[in-house]
């Protein structure tokens, strides 16, 4: 089955960049998720790609994938303390269904 | 914006109890999940809804677990006898046109706690 690995913690300055990262295992075709967990709300879709992409840009977020290595980043410029939140990489089924596989999420915070 | 709305959103209850999570999704959203996240752990899917009828369910998603629709807007998550390993926070999720590419809106979440 897939999985979905992260790291658990991420501490920035404001104004830097922020590289989150994320493995998975399942080498199949499929769409790939950010999602930001802010304290005391739900999960809120961020971006995704499908994985014969290398890149996608969306304002302040790039996120990469390494198909080879399956590996993704999600790259945050110029972050910003409403930024800190929770960071969740999710995987959709390849084999059809509709659930989504997640990671543990990692915790990014942005000091000062 | 339209949100996904979650009641309650704590529950303290007693191991053996019935409870029931309720959610009140998108109104023209066809499609419906629950996942759940325990304390330190990942988010892992439980259940798909769509059509009045499940379309894909885990491993968790046991026969002390159910859903419905009853009345055609709240969707419901029953946990017939709880035990301690319930102890989690519950997302409902609801897309209108199915994932992959449509999103999917999570509601804040139930945390539920089983003593």
């Known amino acids: 089955g897939e999985d979905v690995e992260q790291s658990l913690f991420l501490s920035v300055r404001e104004g830097d960049s922020s590289v989150i990262n994320c493995t998975y295992t399942?080498?199949?075709?499929?769409?790939l998720y950010w999602y930001k967990q802010e304290p005391g709300a739900g999960l809120q879709l961020l971006t995704y790609i499908f994985s014969n992409m290398d890149m996608k840009q969306d304002q302040r977020l790039t996120v990469l994938l390494n198909k080879k290595d399956k590996h993704l980043s999600l790259r945050i410029a110029d972050t910003q303390t409403g930024d800190s939140a929770i960071y969740f990489c999710?995987?959709?089924?390849?084999?059809?269904?509709?659930?989504?596989?997640f990671g543990t999420g990692t915790q990014l915070k942005v000091e000062l | 914006e339209p949100e996904v709305t979650q009641t309650p959103s704590h529950q303290v209850t007693q191991m053996g109890q019935e409870v029931i999570l309720r959610c009140v999704p998108i109104?023209?959203?066809?499609?419906f999940y629950w996942y759940r996240q325990i304390l330190g752990q990942k988010v892992e899917f439980l259940v798909s809804?769509?059509?009045?009828?499940?379309?894909?369910k885990s491993e968790i998603f046991d026969d002390q677990f159910s859903v419905e629709r009853p009345d055609g807007s709240n969707f419901t998550l029953k946990i017939r006898s709880t035990k301690l390993e319930d102890s989690a926070m519950y997302f409902c999720a609801t897309t209108r046109d199915g994932v992959p590419t449509g999103e999917l809106f999570f509601g804040e979440g139930s945390r539920l706690t089983v003593l």
């Open positions: 399942d080498s199949s075709s499929t769409y």
């Open positions: 809804f769509y059509n009045n009828e499940i379309s894909e």
């Open positions: 109104s023209n959203h066809l499609y």
């Open positions: 999710a995987e959709k089924d390849p084999g059809g269904g509709n659930k989504l596989t």
